[in-house]
């Protein structure tokens, strides 16, 4: 098993930036795929980025040159970080650990830009 952990989320301008973390309880190490994904009312939840135990991303194509994944194997943590966001990026963020067995989430951080 494997807990996670969301954080970096609230509130910010548009154009502004965030940084969203995602602390595993566990090494990720042997986590073939960790991702972002994002849900706002009323809507499907969304993939935003995924990442690869070989560093290899993926991005959703309304993110893509604003939004980075990356994974510090060491400190067990994904990160998230968003640049020129704008009103539409509004959602809960959640953390996802993808195994071959099951997939594991965090409880989500919100994520607000407005002016």
């Known amino acids: 098993q494997v807990q996670l952990v969301e954080s970096g989320g609230g509130l910010v301008q548009p154009g502004g930036s965030l940084r969203l973390s995602c602390a595993a309880s566990?090494?990720?190490?042997?986590?073939?795929?960790m991702g972002w994904y994002r849900q706002s009312p009323g809507k499907q939840r969304e993939l935003v980025a995924i990442?690869?135990?070989?560093?290899?991303?993926n991005y959703a194509d309304s993110v893509k040159g604003r939004f980075t994944i990356s994974r510090d194997n060491a400190k067990n943590t994904v990160y998230l970080q968003m640049n020129s966001l704008k009103p539409e990026d509004t959602a809960v963020y959640y953390c996802?650990?993808?195994?071959?067995?099951?997939?594991?989430w965090g409880r989500g951080t919100q994520v607000t830009v407005s002016s």
């Open positions: 566990r090494s990720i190490l042997s986590i073939y795929r």
């Open positions: 990442i690869t135990s070989g560093s290899i991303t």
């Open positions: 996802n650990a993808r195994t071959p067995a099951v997939d594991y």
